[in-house]
């Protein structure tokens, strides 16, 4: 585990590189984020570092339970946890004065700090951007799976339904996973292979472009 932080998708923009060449980049504000606590496989099952981010004026009584035993006063929206593999359990999780904490490359952060970008990406790391995907609503095949739809002459009287969805009397039913018309979008969506524009202790660009709406959480992991 190289890094990791939450943020809001705020604006799809461009910049240019030194030499002059254009790239598409994504802006992500991240603060505040804060490492909320660690699960320990001991007592919890599992071993993952739990993330807390945004700000929020109603929080449910366990969630400030867990934000007052960390010692966090901001009031944190989201919380989302980063599962430890059992083999890095004892190389990413440390503990110094009785403080628990994990460690990204030379960075170490402990229960109760803040995630600042600029401290755990560097430019030009190599990261993997998740989302849930804009909405689409109820889409036909055409715009959901690409079909060519039927020949617009000869009197076809529709040219963007589906045609035939099945069989005649063997096996005479649809087979589950047909490509059919249906709700699109708002899918949990992973973008790969990104590269880290620029940092600061607030924003995060990135290059290309991430899923989800503008203010849409996002999960920035290297």
Same mark, same amino acid.
């Given at each position: 585990?190289?890094?990791?932080?939450?943020?809001?998708?705020?604006?799809?923009?461009?910049?240019?590189?030194?030499? $002059?060449?254009? %790239?598409?980049?994504?802006?992500?504000?991240?603060?505040?984020?804060?490492? +909320?606590? *660690?699960?320990?496989?001991?007592?919890?099952?599992?071993?993952?570092?739990? *993330?807390?981010?945004?700000?929020?004026?109603?929080?449910?009584?366990?969630?400030?339970?867990?934000?007052?035993?960390?010692?966090?006063?901001?009031?944190?929206?989201?919380?989302?946890?980063?599962?430890?593999?059992?083999?890095? %359990?004892?190389?990413?999780?440390?503990?110094?004065?009785?403080?628990?904490?994990?460690?990204?490359?030379?960075?170490?952060?402990? +229960?109760?700090?803040?995630?600042?970008?600029?401290? %755990?990406?560097?430019?030009?790391?190599?990261?993997?951007?998740?989302?849930?995907?804009?909405?689409?609503?109820?889409? $036909? +095949? %055409?715009?959901?799976?690409?079909?060519?739809?039927?020949?617009?002459?000869?009197?076809?009287?529709?040219?963007?339904?589906?045609?035939?969805?099945?069989?005649?009397?063997?096996?005479?039913?649809?087979?589950?996973?047909?490509?059919?018309?249906?709700?699109?979008?708002?899918?949990? +969506?992973?973008?790969?292979?990104?590269?880290?524009?620029?940092?600061?202790?607030?924003?995060?660009?990135?290059?290309?472009?991430?899923?989800?709406? *503008?203010?849409?959480?996002?999960?920035?992991?290297?």
């Amino acid at each position: 585990m190289n890094g990791f932080i939450l943020g809001t998708k705020t604006q799809a923009t461009q910049e240019f590189t030194p030499d $002059g060449k254009r %790239v598409p980049v994504t802006m992500i504000k991240t603060t505040p984020c804060y490492v +909320v606590g *660690i699960k320990q496989k001991e007592t919890d099952g599992y071993t993952a570092i739990i *993330i807390g981010y945004g700000t929020t004026k109603h929080m449910p009584k366990p969630t400030k339970g867990l934000l007052d035993k960390a010692g966090i006063k901001t009031p944190l929206r989201f919380l989302r946890e980063l599962r430890i593999e059992q083999k890095d %359990v004892e190389s990413t999780l440390i503990e110094e004065e009785g403080k628990r904490g994990f460690q990204f490359s030379e960075k170490k952060l402990f +229960v109760g700090d803040e995630i600042k970008p600029s401290e %755990v990406f560097g430019i030009g790391t190599t990261i993997q951007v998740t989302g849930i995907s804009k909405g689409k609503g109820f889409a $036909g +095949v %055409v715009k959901r799976h690409g079909f060519g739809g039927s020949p617009s002459s000869h009197g076809h009287p529709a040219q963007r339904t589906a045609g035939s969805i099945g069989a005649t009397t063997t096996p005479g039913r649809v087979f589950k996973g047909k490509r059919m018309a249906g709700r699109m979008g708002s899918d949990r +969506v992973t973008v790969q292979n990104l590269k880290v524009f620029a940092a600061d202790e607030t924003s995060i660009k990135v290059t290309g472009l991430i899923p989800g709406h *503008i203010g849409g959480l996002v999960e920035v992991k290297a």
